[in-house]
């Protein structure tokens, strides 16, 4: 048995009952769920029908997330998330650059390495290299004026929290912005990269081994061996290449606005909704999150 999620973006529901009900009938599905009004609904089908990706296209074009997964061990007991234009909707390393004057070539690599393009770690010393002599203190002002949190991630990890889930921020990002997003979204613990700091100024290097695609994996790999639970019962969401080892590993990998590269290879995508649809995929009801 496989259940199929249709969802929308909350701030703008337009998910018409007459046409999710035209394609549970069409589709032979069991009973329809409403998880949220408008929103997100639900509904079981014996086996994955022949057009799914042909109708997931043309749900798309009006603005509607579809996902069609296996029932069985759909809610996960852990989640590991990365944290640029994923928990939040920057990526640190670009508004840094911007404050450095270097914003649109460090924004055009970051980019590039977010589809593949570019060899991650490669791509990640050049651009703290063009950081070098950046004040230390600007990555305070960069975290209170330029930061903002993706909606849905409090009740993400608040909601996965209080059902016994474990949350984990694993990002190529730097600590010192990991530390305060951590925190601020209530994740277990967090894992990114340390820029070194020299006489209160940026030197343009990062300390090694980088944390890029492989140390996610691991970081996946060690903390759900140690919570003694296995791949299959995590959840994944992130929204770049080096995202993509994670993404695979995990149970659930979830694409979130993903580079069109990254979101080729995963199953479940997410385009419309924001970080509360990573609950709804799961079989919450909006009425069961927790803000």
Same mark, same amino acid.
């Given at each position: 048995?496989?259940?199929?999620?249709?969802?929308?973006?909350?701030?703008?529901?337009?998910?018409?009952?007459?046409?999710? @009900?035209?394609?549970?009938?069409?589709?032979?599905?069991?009973?329809?769920?409403?998880?949220?009004?408008?929103?997100? !609904?639900?509904?079981?089908?014996?086996?994955?029908? =022949?057009?799914?990706? @042909?109708?997931?296209?043309? +749900? %798309?074009?009006?603005?509607?997330?579809?996902?069609?997964?296996?029932? @069985?061990?759909?809610?996960?007991?852990?989640? *590991?998330?990365? +944290?640029?234009?994923?928990?939040?909707?920057?990526?640190?390393?670009? @508004?840094? =650059?911007?404050?450095?004057?270097? &914003?649109?070539?460090?924004?055009?690599?970051?980019?590039?390495? +977010?589809?593949?393009?570019?060899?991650?770690?490669?791509?990640?010393?050049?651009?703290? &290299?063009?950081?070098?002599g950046l004040p230390a203190e600007v990555i305070g002002k960069v975290l209170a004026t330029?930061?903002?949190?993706?909606?849905?991630?409090?009740?993400?990890?608040a909601t996965m929290k209080a059902s016994g889930a474990y949350c984990v921020l694993v990002?190529?990002?730097?600590?010192?912005?990991?530390?305060?997003?951590?925190?601020?979204?209530g994740f277990d613990e967090y894992r990114a990269n340390t820029l070194l700091v020299a006489?209160?100024?940026?030197?343009?290097?990062?300390?090694?081994?980088?944390?890029?695609?492989?140390?996610?994996?691991?970081?996946?790999?060690?903390?759900? =061996?140690?919570?003694?639970?296995?791949?299959? %019962?995590?959840?994944?969401? &992130?929204?770049?290449?080096?995202?993509?080892?994670?993404?695979?590993? =995990?149970?659930?990998?979830?694409?979130?606005?993903?580079?069109?590269?990254?979101? !080729? %290879?995963?199953?479940?995508? *997410?385009?419309?909704?924001?970080?509360?649809?990573?609950?709804?995929?799961?079989?919450?009801?909006?009425?069961?999150? *927790?803000?």
């Amino acid at each position: 048995m496989h259940v199929v999620t249709l969802l929308t973006n909350p701030a703008r529901p337009v998910l018409d009952p007459a046409a999710v @009900e035209a394609l549970r009938n069409a589709w032979g599905g069991g009973d329809l769920r409403w998880l949220a009004p408008g929103i997100a !609904a639900e509904f079981g089908v014996p086996a994955l029908p =022949a057009n799914l990706w @042909e109708v997931w296209t043309e +749900m %798309q074009a009006l603005g509607i997330d579809l996902i069609a997964q296996p029932a @069985e061990g759909r809610r996960k007991r852990m989640l *590991i998330a990365d +944290m640029d234009s994923t928990m939040i909707g920057q990526e640190c390393i670009d @508004e840094l =650059a911007d404050e450095a004057g270097v &914003g649109a070539r460090v924004a055009e690599i970051t980019a590039r390495a +977010m589809n593949g393009e570019l060899d991650f770690e490669g791509a990640l010393r050049e651009r703290v &290299g063009l950081l070098a002599g950046l004040p230390a203190e600007v990555i305070g002002k960069v975290l209170a004026t330029r930061i903002t949190h993706t909606p849905g991630g409090r009740e993400l990890i608040a909601t996965m929290k209080a059902s016994g889930a474990y949350c984990v921020l694993v990002s190529g990002g730097f600590t010192s912005f990991a530390a305060r997003v951590a925190a601020d979204l209530g994740f277990d613990e967090y894992r990114a990269n340390t820029l070194l700091v020299a006489d209160g100024k940026l030197t343009g290097k990062v300390a090694e081994p980088i944390l890029g695609r492989e140390a996610k994996v691991a970081a996946l790999t060690e903390i759900s =061996a140690r919570l003694g639970i296995a791949p299959d %019962q995590v959840m994944a969401v &992130g929204d770049g290449a080096n995202d993509l080892g994670m993404l695979g590993l =995990a149970g659930a990998g979830v694409a979130l606005h993903a580079k069109p590269a990254v979101a !080729a %290879q995963c199953d479940i995508r *997410i385009n419309h909704g924001d970080l509360t649809a990573l609950l709804f995929v799961q079989g919450y009801t909006q009425a069961e999150f *927790i803000a």
